[in-house]
């Protein structure tokens, strides 16, 4: 079936993120990500003949939101419906004595029956500022070290600072505003994000599983879709009453039209266009297929287990995790396609030749930068070298894939070897013991409801393996 040309794109916030992706049908297309306070607003007007003003921005960035610390979902009407999808919904459900609502699905036809949602919040992004200027400042005056660790570590201690400034300063006019200052393209940009977030989340409506996951991972990463991948949640005022007056996404009755651009808006993901050309070749070489092969084997144990033993399956909602980790592979499969594509890479060298060559123009750029590409290429071939070492790597740190009582030992021996070190800053050691701790226990990390972050996560972790406990204070 042919698509429709649509002009799909993403727009990234960094908490809330806006990615612009250009697709005509199948198999076509452009992909470019830009943050949502600097648009290339002549791009889009030469490109598409579409101009979005600041009213357009605004909506974009106050009809989103971040749904906990894992999912994307934006208002949907005035009085503060949420809309998200199933999968989300399955960490914000709590059964009650009898229920099992992740099976069976659940909707309230009245505000009154409209389930909370327990410690769930969702986040709205209602002022975004540049900040590099007072970052920068406060690290020169704060050392004025050119070695690169003992830089980074200011950075690290003045940004936190200063978030913490921003965020007293925003809880004086409402305590439910925090602030994230957050690094963009690789630290050259910091931007301070005030987010009002909300606590009371309800429930609403939520499809049955069977619904839900109708299709599984087929129709999973297709146009078009034949699940019902949605569910809806409302958030509420401190006083208990349904957010009221907020912006939202209106639903349209008669959908996108061919050749019209569609945004698509949500939390962001990780991009790769400052990668050089020989760091997406590792990519396609190397670390794409390693994670392939950790997903495939995984997939395959756990589809095993929960056909074999559905009882212990259930308990531990390893059908959700399997989900997971099949979405993993999806995405896996179609980014390593797409590296596969010679005219992605060949653009890449065509830019970073254009790059070369403005560098060799400046002598003094010339002096400091011109071998920085050859660097790192040589970087890449040492890689290369050790790839089949470092394969036994593959997803360490990630607690779907690898062991959290080695993941939390490893930490611990790092935490230790820092410690040790003179003049290490005392917040350095604490957020060092605070990722440790936020590594729970398995099952518990995969059955069970999920905890909505890292507080949550931290309190519900059990007694820390001998291994760490000797090290962690």
């Not at 991009?271 to 995984?298: C, F, G, I, K």
């Not at 499969?333 to 830019?351: C, M, N, S, T």
């Not at 009582?405 to 490893?410: D, F, G, I, Q, S």
Request: glycine share 6%.
């Amino acid at each position: 079936m042919r698509l429709p040309a649509l002009r799909l794109f993403s727009l990234l916030l960094a908490s809330v993120a806006l990615a612009f992706t250009a697709t005509g049908c199948v198999g076509s297309g452009e992909t470019a990500v830009v943050t949502d306070e600097d648009p290339p607003l002549d791009y889009f007007e030469e490109e598409y003949g579409f101009r979005p003003d600041d009213a357009w921005l605004r909506q974009a960035r106050l009809g989103a939101l971040r749904f906990a610390d894992y999912c994307s979902a934006s208002f949907v009407s005035p009085r503060g419906l949420i809309l998200t999808n199933h999968h989300c919904a399955r960490e914000g459900v709590d059964d009650r004595e009898g229920e099992d609502l992740v099976e069976n699905g659940f909707y309230a036809d009245e505000l009154a029956g409209e389930r909370k949602a327990k410690d769930l919040y969702v986040e709205q992004v209602v002022e975004v500022r540049n900040v590099t200027d007072s970052v920068e400042a406060l690290v020169t005056n704060a050392d004025e070290s050119n070695e690169i660790e003992a830089v980074a570590q200011a950075r690290r201690r003045q940004v936190a600072q200063l978030q913490e400034r921003l965020t007293r300063q925003a809880k004086h006019q409402d305590t439910t505003l925090r602030v994230r200052v957050v690094p963009l393209y690789e630290g050259a940009r910091f931007s301070a994000y005030t987010l009002k977030r909300y606590h009371d989340v309800r429930l609403v409506m939520a499809p049955e599983r069977d619904l839900g996951f109708y299709g599984g991972v087929d129709d999973n990463f297709t146009y078009p879709r034949y699940t019902l991948d949605v569910a809806f949640f409302r958030a509420y005022t401190p006083e208990g009453d349904p957010v009221e007056n907020n912006t939202y996404f209106p639903f349209s009755r008669g959908g996108a039209q061919e050749g019209a651009p569609v945004f698509v808006v949500g939390t962001p993901g990780a991009t790769s266009r400052l990668s050089t050309s020989s760091q997406l070749a590792y990519e396609r070489d190397v670390a794409l297929p390693q994670r392939l092969e950790t997903l495939r084997s995984r997939t395959r144990i756990l589809e095993q287990f929960v056909e074999e033993h559905p009882a212990a399956a259930e308990e531990h909602d390893l059908e959700n995790m399997l989900f997971s980790l099949e979405n993993a592979l999806e995405a896996t499969r179609g980014e390593l396609e797409g590296l596969r594509d010679p005219a992605l890479l060949a653009r890449r060298r065509a830019a970073e030749q254009a790059l070369a060559d403005s560098i060799a123009a400046t002598d003094s750029l010339q002096e400091q930068h011109g071998n920085t590409l050859r660097e790192i290429e040589r970087i890449q071939t040492a890689r290369r070298s050790a790839a089949r070492q470092s394969a036994a790597f593959t997803g360490f740190l990630n607690p779907r894939f690898g062991s959290h009582v080695l993941a939390r030992a490893l930490y611990a021996y790092y935490y230790d070897t820092v410690r040790r070190r003179p003049g290490v800053p005392q917040e350095e050691l604490q957020r060092l013991r605070k990722q440790a701790l936020g590594i729970e226990e398995w099952p518990a990390a995969a059955g069970g409801r999920r905890a909505t972050g890292p507080e949550q996560r931290a309190n519900r972790l059990d007694p820390l393996h001998a291994s760490a406990r000797r090290r962690l204070p």
